[in-house]
């Protein structure tokens, strides 16, 4: 379990780390909209298997 957060965080920091470079190296790009596009892609990937397995149970 101690690898599933350490890889859990490695990720997040390289997303971090790729957010800030793109801000920076892209002087036009609108945050807001990058990151309501990033938050919704992520909520669709949790919602998508909850719904097929909510799906599947019936």
Not at 27 to 45: I, Y
């Amino acid at each position: 379990m101690k690898s599933f957060y350490k890889g859990a965080a490695g990720k997040f920091a390289l997303t971090v780390l790729l957010f800030a470079a793109a801000f920076r190296m892209i002087p036009d790009l609108r945050a807001g909209w990058v990151l309501t596009g990033f938050f919704l892609v992520q909520l669709v990937a949790w919602l998508s298997p909850l719904r097929d397995a909510l799906r599947d149970r019936s």
